[in-house]
């Protein structure tokens, strides 16, 4: 039997429901959710591999970790990248565990700590633009940049924040150790929250850097690297719209590449900092010769596999 092999890339906001259901074990119930529709996927026959976002619970750290400031040492960010994908891939992990044992499938997950590699010479490094952690006054914010080397912005008027760079993914460190297990008929939780952001030092050894990359960035990387048929971006909304939330606004059912990068480049349909981003790791994906897209939120997973839903992006 052929193997049908898909990269799925769920959201880090996907695992919080509201501001009332954030804790670790509302979003380890979240995950089971989620991890309900990968196993409808698994047992229709697919190979899975999966990658997650991660934003608000690196802010949860960077939260606790500012309040501790005062008796512990604060956590840089490579490490929070790393301290989440351990949680979320745990979360993840053992959910299917027992899925696997609810219908008894012979599969394991495994999650692997992934550094993905970024160039040091990224323009993104000289003009950070994330926004991470709390608030602050104007004050804290010239102590953070005269100690700590922050780059801080005022946020429409509600304070101060620290901001770092987005790079562009350039390599996944970890992607012969994912294929492997791939090949080994494991479900590989990798590249969470985009990978840990290293750089090559002068002699290529790698070290961390205050950074963050957009998952669906690495997820398409990986995506076109391990070979995957399918490319699926589980998100907050049913389908892609162009015109979102506008008295014009049109649903999208189908799109090609072509079409898919015309919409883009028109810059007026996609948020930057939402769909964006999503249609343009689809266009690196099918670029590389990527066969199949969609873009669905994950109770709808089901249904838009089967084409009942969700915005589908091909080739042609």
Same mark, same amino acid.
């Given at each position: ?36 529709? @990968?196993?409808?996927? *698994?047992?229709? #026959?697919?190979? !899975?591999?999966?990658?997650? +976002?991660? &934003?608000?619970? %690196? ?118 150790? @994912?294929?492997?297990? *791939?090949?080994? #008929?494991?479900? !590989?939780?990798?590249?969470? +929250?985009? &990978?840990?952001? %290293? ?118």
């Amino acid at each position: 039997m052929t193997r049908k092999l898909a990269m799925v890339a769920i959201g880090g906001n996907s695992l919080i429901k509201d501001k009332y259901h954030q804790s670790v074990r509302d979003q380890y119930i979240a995950a089971r959710e989620t991890c309900d529709h @990968i196993i409808s996927m *698994i047992r229709d #026959g697919w190979e !899975v591999v999966i990658g997650h +976002g991660n &934003g608000p619970q %690196v802010g949860f750290i960077l939260r606790r970790s500012e309040l501790a400031a005062h008796e512990l040492h604060e956590v840089p960010m490579d490490a929070i990248v790393a301290d989440t994908q351990g949680a979320i891939g745990y979360a993840l992990q053992q959910n299917l565990y027992n899925e696997f044992r609810f219908y008894n499938l012979k599969k394991h997950a495994v999650t692997i700590i992934t550094q993905v590699e970024v160039d040091p010479k990224d323009p993104a490094f000289l003009n950070p633009t994330k926004p991470i952690g709390s608030f602050m006054d104007q004050e804290q914010a010239k102590i953070r940049q005269e100690k700590d080397g922050w780059d801080m912005v005022e946020d429409a008027g509600r304070g101060w924040r620290r901001v770092v760079a987005s790079p562009i993914p350039k390599r996944i460190v970890e992607e012969e150790a @994912i294929k492997q297990l *791939i090949n080994a #008929g494991f479900v !590989v939780i990798a590249a969470g +929250g985009g &990978g840990i952001p %290293v750089i090559p030092d002068g002699e290529g050894n790698l070290c961390g850097v205050p950074a963050v990359i957009d998952k669906d960035y690495a997820a398409a990387i990986m995506a076109s690297n391990i070979g995957a048929d399918l490319f699926i971006i589980s998100t907050a909304v049913e389908k892609v719209a162009l015109n979102f939330g506008k008295p014009n606004q049109q649903w999208l059912n189908h799109i090609t590449l072509s079409q898919a990068k015309q919409y883009l480049a028109e810059g007026t349909h996609f948020a930057k900092g939402s769909m964006a981003p999503k249609i343009q790791a689809i266009i690196w994906y099918l670029e590389k010769g990527g066969k199949h897209a969609i873009v669905s939120n994950p109770e709808n997973l089901e249904r838009a596999l089967a084409g009942e839903t969700g915005t589908h992006i091909t080739p042609a």
